[in-house]
């Protein structure tokens, strides 16, 4: 008996290294989940639901159980480059998936994300634009009301290209007399009434200052797939002579993705707040954003200019490989694929510049020239940032770069085989503003490209405190000041 199990341990054993060899070398396919449809896997796998593998595609391999098992009791599936057709039928039990029997994969990847929302406890909420709220006094012909509407409701109008008419309902109201607008009401199922929904009560973060905050809102995107789940956070700010309103995204996906052999983590963010997760615009405040980085700890939560923030576009340059990639309206999962045949330009930057950004339709890149030139896929961009890098005589490296992006840039174009030149980099324009308020003299100083860009300066090491000297026009004053940082 003891030999016939130590026969058929040897026979598994010689089966995973022959997978191994045949197979190729593996990734965590745990974030590299194939999806059949927009609503991710279904609860089981059935005979009728078992699909002919089409060489060069995903296909899930479990090893193990066969038959009809709900897939919720199962690991993550793997994912295999099939060189020929076939079923797969067997299943892997909840074990750690088998790394060595993965092979590399070449193929497009869809990959899925988590839905995250600050509406979970301890979830920090991913930065996003606002955008233009109407807000007006007159209810919106057709819509239901709530029985108790309070004195002076206003109307506000969030535009979202996730309902059929463009856009969703909300009201605020007010609880006592004075002018703070703390009650709100969404059209959370898109049905075009405030009469079924519920009061959400705001509260004030900064007394005194009419600016009540509420909590997210969870709102229902109908689709022919069923509900699509996103939360809206909600501020208003009531003025003398009129009231403004702001929603924000509360709503974000986030992962591992597998990209060339390697881990990476993933966020996807509707950054203009309008309720789809795929907009790609040639403005930053219309675009969507997406996060990659080597894990979660890396991206800064509500900070706008950061290393692994992009725009969304039709590409993506990971790891120094070229993607096309594809995100539904309403996220959940994204697609890489190898881009093949992509037109591509030249972008040509003075010396000195180390690094620079380009966005636009085509995608965010960053770029490190050589020679001076960097490549891009043809098409529109504007920059974004850029930045210097140079030693001194003593070995210290100083950094310019801009501090808030690239806003002055203007539009160019790439053309494919041809070379377009960029004027960024140096010279930097030192400024000093100085205004006076009554006995108080204010004094600015900034670092400011010729475009106009605001421009950071910075050196390895902390640099002593500013000294700043004062002499009268006679010079019979004279006295050093000297200004610590922070």
Known sequence: MRSVVLLLAAFVMALVIYAAVVLGRGQDLRANQPVRGQDGWPAGLADEQKKPVKPGYDATVHLGLAGNVPLESLTVPLSVNVESGGEI????????????????????????????????????????????????????????????????????????PMVPAGRLWLMLCRSGQDNVYDRLYVDTDADGSLADESVMQGQEVEPRLDRPVFPPVEIRFPSEGGPVRYHLRVYSHQWTDH????????????????????????????????????????????????????????????LDIQPHKRYLGRHIEVGGRLYAIEVPPGGGWIKFTPARAVPMGRIRVPDGVTRFSVWGKQGFFWCQPTGGVATVPVGTYKVHQWEVVRRDATGTAWQLRTDWGAAHSMPFAVEADKETALQIGEPAVSRLAVSRFGASCYLKHDFVSEGGDALLLKRNEKPPPTQLVIRSADGSHSQTLRVPYG
Request: proline residues 9%; negative net charge; charged residues 20%.
């Open 89 to 160: 039928e067997r299943f892997v039990a909840q074990h750690e998936p088998m790394q060595s029997l993965v092979p590399k994969y070449a193929g497009p990847q869809i990959q899925r994300l988590d839905y995250r929302s600050p509406a979970e406890k301890g979830v920090v909420l991913m930065g996003a634009r606002s955008p233009d709220v109407a807000v007006q006094e007159e209810a919106p012909p057709g819509v239901a009301l709530p029985a108790a509407t309070g004195d002076r409701p206003r109307f506000a109008k969030w535009s979202t």
């Open 243 to 302: 009231l403004d309103v702001y929603a924000y995204a509360a709503a974000w996906y986030e992962g591992r993705v597998t990209l060339g052999g390697k881990t990476l983590w993933c966020a996807l963010v509707d950054n203009n707040s309008n309720g789809r997760f795929n907009d790609v615009a040639t403005d930053p405040a219309l675009a969507d954003a997406i996060f990659i980085a080597p894990k979660a700890e890396d991206i800064v939560p509500g």
